[in-house]
């Protein structure tokens, strides 16, 4: 079988699929290039001729301030206070209100409805865990700690308070004997 010279030949490449001329096909097909994707598209805008040679470069962002990280946050933390620490709150409340503002920059108030302590982020809110810290200050009191003792929380950052319920059917003085005796080695060995 010879070839005639109306047959045509598909092209290999890209690039000669793009030279080739439509109107030459003789099939009633006609050729059609090739499209760029969108990825490379977005890689080729990334890239920057920088001394004659092509790089990817990222952006540079400066980083960002506690006060801009902040700025639309709307969070809200409740501490729920049971019946027999009101009083203590209600005594104390200057003192725990006055740390909370002046130091964190952060908006507390007592919920009466829902008998919690709620603490939010102001504009002048600085520091990013200054949400937590306050929740953790305030939540120290809850639990029984004096006010002068839960304010190390505030100016120490790695310290963090952990409780726990004894539900154990031995009589308190017993529990609370067994706790002091562990307290007791774990600080010797410390």
Known sequence: MAASAEETTLPETSEQMEESDPSKDTDGFIQVTKKKGRKRKVEEEKMDVVSGKESKKRPQF????GNKLLENSKEVRKI????NRYTPLKENWMKIFSPVVEHLKLQIRFNIRARTVELRASKDTKEINALQKGQDFVKAFILGFDVEDALALLRLD????????????????KVYGNMRAVATR???RF
């Open 62 to 65: 400066p980083p960002l301030q």
């Open 80 to 83: 729920a206070v049971p019946p």
């Open 158 to 173: 790695e310290l963090y308070i952990e409780s726990f319920e004894v539900t154990d059917g031995s009589p308190p003085s």
């Open 186 to 188: 774990s600080a010797e």
